[in-house]
């Protein structure tokens, strides 16, 4: 059986790059002045994308035809993903009724436990530093509001 890494992979890139080209084609609001165009987040968040996607065609370049792949899945692991999903939608449904900085509090919290992490110093400094960070970064520096939900 072949890796079927290698043509996701390519598939992936081919559209990443197509929506990077996209981005261009975005015209700024003159609402609101910013030193930020409606395409800067797009085109960082597709710019991360191809890179991870880049090192995952090397990683399956290098590995072969078969991709050293093992058959199934743990159970373990297909709770953790599951559980992690959840997590994700939670944060979605959370931001938007809690706030951007309380639910990314809260994902970081649930997360870390799904995955494994117990030590809870280190799970209260990411939930505390981590959106502190984020609100710095978008709202003073991007001069970005996030959603304050109705806690803020």
């Known amino acids: 059986m072949g890796n079927k890494d290698l043509p996701m992979a390519v598939t992936m890139m081919i559209i990443f790059i197509v929506l990077f080209g996209l981005s261009f084609t975005f015209q700024s609001s003159g609402v609101l002045v910013t ?3 409606a395409a800067f987040f797009p085109r960082v968040v597709l710019a991360v994308a191809m890179f991870l996607n880049l090192i ?6 290098l590995k072969g035809p078969d991709g050293g792949a093992k058959k199934g899945i743990e159970p373990e692991a297909a709770k953790r993903v599951a559980l992690s999903m959840v997590c994700t939608i939670a944060f979605g449904f959370g931001t938007a009724y809690l ?3 309380v639910s990314m509090a809260l994902f970081i919290v649930g997360i870390m436990l799904v995955w494994g992490n117990r ?4 799970i ?3 939930a505390l530093i981590a959106p502190i960070i984020v609100y710095l970064i978008f709202n003073k520096v991007l001069l ?7 806690l803020l």
């Open 124 to 126: 209260f400094l990411n």
């Open 144 to 150: 970005v509001q996030l959603p304050a939900g109705i």
């Open 35 to 37: 030193h930020t165009t």
């Open 119 to 122: 030590n809870f110093k280190v």
């Open 56 to 61: 995952l065609i090397i990683q399956t370049l």
């Open 99 to 101: 706030g951007t900085l």
